[in-house]
């Protein structure tokens, strides 16, 4: 009888893992569909490539007149947790000075105050040259910044190789892609801003 019950439950763990294992696979192929179909109306290159059960997906293009990618990577060692992030990547970076900008709520310190307690209530910023950095903040950068206050995440970030937002996990939710195209369209904002 013990046997009985054993083989019973082994059974039912290999179904649940097949399940699992199914509805993994079908919310990766329903993200790189997702990511095929916004490359298209972006008018950007899509592609994929498998990662043990998942694919990772990578978009790449120019957006005012700078190269740049969102890629999908697994960060971590086999041997601890792995978890999945997105970088929207502008390389190499279009600016010749540092900066980041970070959620307050993380605790970051700043080194540079806008003035508009609506910006500066929400967000910290921490630059190695402020005239370069308050030049980048124009009226419209400014409005697609008060966007992203609800979800901002870890910020954005500018050093000599590369401008960067991350954020942990893959879009799995329609509110994700509109919170990647808004923060895309703080980052095209500052690279219009340059001088």
Known sequence: MLYLYISIGVLIAVILLYLLFQNGKKASLKKVEWYKAWAYKMNFNHSSEKYLMAQLNTVNG?????????????????????YLHTFIQFEPSPFDFEFDISRKSLGSKSNFKLGDSTIDNHFTFLTNDTEKFRSLLTPDAI???????????????????????????????????????AILNVMQAFIKARK
Do not use: M
Request: aromatic share 8%; with cysteine; net charge negative.
């Open 62 to 82: 120019n957006v005012a007149g700078c190269d740049f990618k969102i890629i999908e990577k697994i960060t971590g060692s086999h041997h601890e947790s792995q």
């Open 143 to 181: 409005n697609k910044l008060k966007l992203t206050t609800a979800f901002f995440g870890t910020g954005i970030k500018c050093d000599n190789e590369k401008l960067e937002h991350y954020f942990l996990g893959g879009l799995t939710k329609e509110s994700q892609t509109e919170e990647l195209e």
